[in-house]
């Protein structure tokens, strides 16, 4: 099965870190770039990160550059996002999205309150 899973999320106070996971399977991992979205509670879905298919190439929306860092392990069909200084307005169901496939997992849920 064609499939991506995400995992890591959580409750966090401001300030605090977080790793999320995505694990792929059913499909050539490495032949793919990879994203992260969010959608936050009432908005649409965000952009956050993007890695290229080889992991030499990364970039970011403004509002995480600096905070978010993506990569990805090929040889594990898997991609990350560290997420470090969490603030409020990061709380969003977080998603791993294979654009040329048109596939997302079902997302983890970050919230970030005190």
């Known amino acids: 099965e064609v499939q991506v899973v995400e995992s890591g999320g959580g409750l966090v106070q401001p300030g605090g870190s977080l790793r999320l996971s995505c694990t792929a399977s059913?499909?050539?991992?490495?032949?793919?770039?990879m994203w992260w979205v969010r959608q936050a509670p009432g908005e649409g879905l965000e952009w956050v990160s993007s890695?290229?298919?080889?992991?030499?190439?990364?970039s970011y929306a403004d509002s995480v550059k600096g905070r978010f860092t993506i990569s990805r392990d090929n040889a594990k069909s898997m991609v990350y996002l560290d997420i470090n200084n969490l603030k409020p307005e990061d709380t969003a169901v977080y998603y791993c999205h294979v654009p040329l496939r048109a596939l997302r997992g079902q997302g983890t849920q970050v919230t970030v309150s005190s």
């Open positions: 059913g499909f050539t991992f490495s032949n793919y770039d």
């Open positions: 890695i290229n298919s080889g992991g030499t190439r990364t």
